[in-house]
């Protein structure tokens, strides 16, 4: 039992919701997507499978190895801001520890599929890199939505006089 709330942005966490719809999947998400050429991202594990087979053609033994090691690494991260109290500083510290695991797990493979998954590692990594360069020449990193009153909270207006 605790709170019903996502750790990364407040709002009611489900299992789509924390893999998929959180701002922080989302952002994941784009980010494996932009390596692969994808236009879209998923929003639940049924998507998900029909996005790696539309977007990944021919990667079968490679889909559920990624979605484990994303799934996990957001679920790790998620249980540290839970349990240790530890924010989340960048949705790219997901990826980087999702190609932690992929790196580490690729081991299981034979050297022709353990060649083709460092090779994915690589090109994700490269693709996080590049667009959290770009967003920070762009503007000042936001990655999180400000967070917005939920309907019981009182906000206060200002008046036009204040300075």
Not at 49 to 77: D, N, R, S
Not at 132 to 157: A, G, I
Request: hydrophobic share 40%; with cysteine; charged share 15%.
């Amino acid at each position: 039992m605790g709170s019903p709330s996502c750790y990364f942005c407040q709002n009611n966490e489900s299992i789509d919701h924390l893999f998929f719809m959180c701002p922080v999947a989302k952002v994941i998400w784009g980010m494996v997507g932009l390596c692969i050429g994808a236009t879209n991202i998923p929003n639940n594990l049924s998507q998900a499978k029909i996005w790696f087979v539309h977007w990944l053609p021919g990667g079968e033994q490679i889909y559920t190895f990624c979605m484990a090691a994303i799934c996990w690494a957001i679920w790790k991260k998620r249980n540290e801001a839970c349990f240790d109290n530890k924010q989340l500083r960048n949705p790219a510290d997901i990826i980087s520890y999702a190609c932690a695991l992929m790196t580490f797990w690729s081991g299981l493979y034979g050297a022709e599929m353990q060649g083709k998954i460092l090779d994915g590692v690589k090109l994700l990594l490269s693709c996080a890199s590049r667009m959290m360069t770009n967003q920070q020449r762009l503007s000042p990193p936001l990655l999180l939505p400000p967070k917005l009153p939920r309907d019981n909270d009182v906000v206060e207006e200002s008046s036009d006089d204040e300075a």
